[in-house]
């Protein structure tokens, strides 16, 4: 990946943190998410589209680990970075 994409993903993983999100909504949180890998893919080269959908795959693992993948009924319930 070029030098712009594996930055923008690294911020997105730097991101993704629960104390980032405190209070604020899951609903936020994926609003944001899919929008800046929307954007990420967007700038991206196409030489480096596989190695970056691996990438975010990377990135995806974390949210899932970081407790961000919630049921649609849990979505404008408030983050807490303690939970």
Same mark, same amino acid.
């Given at each position: 990946?070029?030098? %712009?994409?594996?930055?923008?993903?690294?911020?997105? /993983?730097?991101?993704?943190? %629960?104390? /980032?999100?405190? /209070?604020?909504?899951?609903?936020?949180?994926?609003?944001?998410?899919?929008?800046?890998?929307?954007?990420?893919?967007?700038?991206?080269? %196409? $030489?480096? *589209? $596989?190695? *970056?959908? =691996?990438? *975010?795959?990377?990135?995806?693992? %974390?949210?899932?680990?970081?407790?961000?993948?919630?049921? =649609?009924?849990? *979505?404008?319930?408030?983050?807490?970075?303690?939970?």
């Amino acid at each position: 990946m070029r030098d %712009a994409t594996t930055i923008a993903v690294g911020e997105l /993983h730097r991101t993704i943190g %629960a104390e /980032h999100w405190q /209070h604020k909504t899951y609903r936020q949180f994926w609003t944001w998410f899919n929008a800046r890998c929307i954007e990420i893919v967007g700038a991206a080269d %196409a $030489d480096d *589209l $596989d190695a *970056l959908g =691996s990438a *975010l795959l990377e990135v995806r693992d %974390a949210v899932e680990a970081n407790g961000f993948m919630v049921a =649609s009924d849990r *979505l404008d319930e408030t983050i807490d970075a303690d939970a």
